[in-house]
């Protein structure tokens, strides 16, 4: 069942990633870096929200809920507000030199293969 979930939570989340393609466009906007930068900080701010409620027990979400919500929903919508989360943790955990090598590595080695990919694109 939590497969299925994530599976249904995945495809809203890239639905609704679309839209917000759709509506910067309607705006006038270009969809590069706008919609991209909505949609990652929109989702930062969702995953942190929810987070915090679950961490304050001011919402209870069964693990399948979880990880429509968390894994599906957001992971469709974008997988920038997990990377978020995860440093979070680090952070909450005590770990905050881990969290520093996590958003170093991720972001840097990130664009590093990005302009790998583009590269070797042309061979």
């Known amino acids: 069942m939590r497969w299925i979930a994530i599976g249904v939570g995945g495809a809203l989340g890239s639905m609704a990633r679309h839209m917000v393609n759709e509506a910067v466009v309607v705006m006038g906007l270009r969809a590069t870096p706008w919609s991209t930068a909505i949609v990652n900080l929109a989702g ?3 995953i942190g929200m929810l987070a915090g409620l679950v ?3 001011r919402l209870t979400l069964s693990a399948t809920s979880r990880a429509f919500l968390f894994v599906g929903v957001l ?3 974008t997988t920038f ?3 978020g989360l995860d440093t979070l943790t680090l952070v909450s955990n005590g ?3 881990l969290a520093i090598a996590n ?3 991720q972001v840097g080695l990130g664009l590093v293969g990005v302009f790998a990919g583009f590269a070797v694109s042309r061979l």
Do not use: D, K, M, N
């Open 44 to 46: 930062c701010f969702v």
């Open 55 to 57: 961490a304050h027990e």
């Open 75 to 77: 992971g469709g919508f």
């Open 81 to 83: 507000s997990s990377f």
């Open 95 to 97: 770990e905050r030199g």
């Open 103 to 105: 958003v170093l590595a």
